[in-house]
Structure formats: structure tokens, C-alpha cells
């Protein structure tokens, strides 16, 4: 499985768009971008999943550069209640096992 | 539609003795998942179910740990006997099948202390 590197923690202001990167430089062609947030004394929640360009949801958004090398998952607007560790995952195909980094923590401040 | 619950939400037990932990998934999904985290590592992958079979058991750290999913439904997980190493908290996942994935989704974990 392709390994992911994160930024271990980053602060936002409340109401500011949150851009969180992840490099995966050794992504093969048939693996998927996945990311997952995590809340304190909880599971962890899925996001968004992407394989190229540009994937957006309810939540947020994920881009990812043509070489995908690298995605960055986008926020709009956090809240407080964005505060959370949020992991990228490289999944391949039809793989439904993950395999979890350190994380990002995001801590959003009033 | 309820989610996928664990049980218990946190045991303190002695070094030596058995613990088992449950698992309910969410009704009709197939896949089910086990991952721990022991203190300060990452979550790790323990092993997946399909149905009642189990798909891959690669990341059970020894024999001490029994994952049993009987009839389909719900999974336990026994650790006999249970080491100090052994700490940490212990997460469920349940998904449906679908291709090229399908989105996992995880319970609130047990945490388990050995001492």
C-alpha cells in the first residue's frame, strides 16, 4: 500500500476554508484517495473519495493534481466542530482494507 | 437506521485474564473489520470478514486474539489471555460490498486497558 505523508497538526480560525494536504508520491494506477475524519472517543468517519481532478460533497471537497502525487481536501467554513484528526488513505482497487497514517490534527480556534 | 455499535465501550481488566469484545454491524452489510490502536501508534488493520469467512486475518498481532462471526451478524473479538501490551482501543467497521469501494463505517470503539 502506497504510504501517505501529512502535516501532523495545523490551527484555522473559525469560518476560514481549511485546505489539508497529503502526499502520496508512490500512489500506483489503480488506487482511489481516500479521506477520513476523526472526532475524539470516536470511530472514524468517512469524507470523500477521489481518483482524479476534482470531487466534491456536502462536506468538502478534494483535489487532486493530474500526477496524483499528492490531494488536498478542502473545508469550507470550518467550525469549531471541525476540529478532528483527518487521515488520507491510498486504497487500491476494490481494496476495502485501510490503512491508517498519523493523521492531520486540525484544531479550529474561535 | 442504527450504526455500527460496540460493546463494551471501555473494560479495565488484569493482566492474565480473557476479554471479549463485541460487534454489532449495520444490518445487511457483509464486510466487517477489525482495527485496534494501542497507545500512541497508529490504527492498525486486525482482520476482515465477509459474511461469516474470514477474507484476511493478516494484521491479528498473535494467537492470543479469537475473532468468531457466527451466522453473519454480529463479530466478537477475545483476547486469552490478555498482555499489558494488549491496551488500546479496539474498532469496529462494517461495509457493503460495491465496486470500487465502499465507504467503511466504524463504531465507537472499545478501549481496553490491561494492568
Known amino acids: 500500500l502506497a504510504k501517505t505523508t501529512q502535516p501532523i497538526s495545523m490551527d484555522s480560525y473559525e469560518g476560514q476554508e481549511v485546505n489539508i494536504t497529503c502526499s502520496h508520491n508512490?500512489?500506483?494506477?489503480?488506487?482511489?484517495i481516500t479521506w477520513y475524519q476523526q472526532f475524539p472517543s470516536q470511530g472514524p468517519r468517512f469524507i470523500i473519495q477521489?481518483?482524479?481532478t476534482k470531487v466534491t460533497n456536502e462536506v468538502a471537497s478534494l483535489f487532486i493534481p493530474a500526477d496524483r502525487k499528492s490531494s488536498t481536501l478542502s473545508l469550507p467554513r470550518v467550525s469549531l466542530s471541525d476540529t478532528a484528526v483527518y487521515y488520507c488513505l491510498v486504497q487500491p482497487y476494490g481494496n476495502n482494507r485501510l490503512a491508517f497514517g498519523k493523521g492531520n490534527q486540525v484544531v479550529v480556534i474561535p | 437506521e442504527a450504526g455500527v455499535t460496540q460493546f463494551p465501550s471501555h473494560s479495565v481488566i488484569e493482566k492474565g485474564q480473557t476479554v471479549t469484545l463485541r460487534c454489532d454491524p449495520i444490518?445487511?452489510?457483509?464486510?466487517l473489520y477489525w482495527y485496534r490502536r494501542v497507545m500512541g501508534k497508529e490504527i492498525k488493520f486486525l482482520l476482515h470478514f465477509v459474511k461469516e469467512s474470514k477474507q484476511d486475518e493478516s494484521g491479528m498481532p498473535n494467537n492470543r486474539f479469537l475473532a468468531e462471526r457466527t451466522g453473519g451478524t454480529y463479530s466478537t473479538l477475545k483476547v486469552q489471555p490478555a498482555e499489558l501490551e494488549d491496551s488500546g482501543v479496539y474498532f469496529c467497521?462494517?461495509?457493503?460490498?460495491?465496486?470500487?469501494?465502499?465507504?467503511?463505517?466504524f463504531g465507537q470503539g472499545t478501549r481496553l486497558t490491561v494492568v
Open positions: 508512490n500512489i500506483a494506477t489503480n488506487d482511489y
Open positions: 467497521a462494517s461495509s457493503q460490498d460495491g465496486e470500487p469501494y465502499t465507504e467503511a463505517f
Open positions: 477521489g481518483y482524479k
Open positions: 444490518s445487511g452489510h457483509d464486510n
